[in-house]
């Protein structure tokens, strides 16, 4: 079951389900712009300061979940008897 959600596309339902706050974070666009943007925002204060800039005066980046981890709702991974399973996928 577990395979099942990890596998399944990030607006899959199921996804929207497991993780209703953070499941727009699955698409690869949205992150991929979100690093645009923090490497622009970086870029210009780089060349603002030309003198150098200090680490404290560069710009925070954009704020997403829990790196590493696509889902934050927590799932439960231990061991189910198969007559459960056949149950939950109607079998």
Not at 10 to 35: F, H, M, Q, S, T
Not at 58 to 75: D, H, K, V
Request: aromatic share 4%; net charge negative; hydrophobic share 40%.
């Amino acid at each position: 079951m577990l395979a099942v959600i990890e596998h399944a596309p990030y607006d899959a339902p199921i996804r929207r389900a497991v993780n209703p706050k953070d499941w727009p974070w699955g698409n690869p666009e949205r992150d991929l712009l979100a690093g645009v943007v923090d490497e622009i925002r970086a870029l210009r204060a780089q060349v603002g300061n030309l003198a150098g800039v200090k680490a404290h005066q560069m710009p925070n980046p954009i704020t997403r979940p829990a790196a590493g981890s696509e889902q934050s709702g927590s799932i439960e991974t231990g061991e189910a008897p198969l007559a459960d399973i056949d149950r939950m996928l109607g079998w």
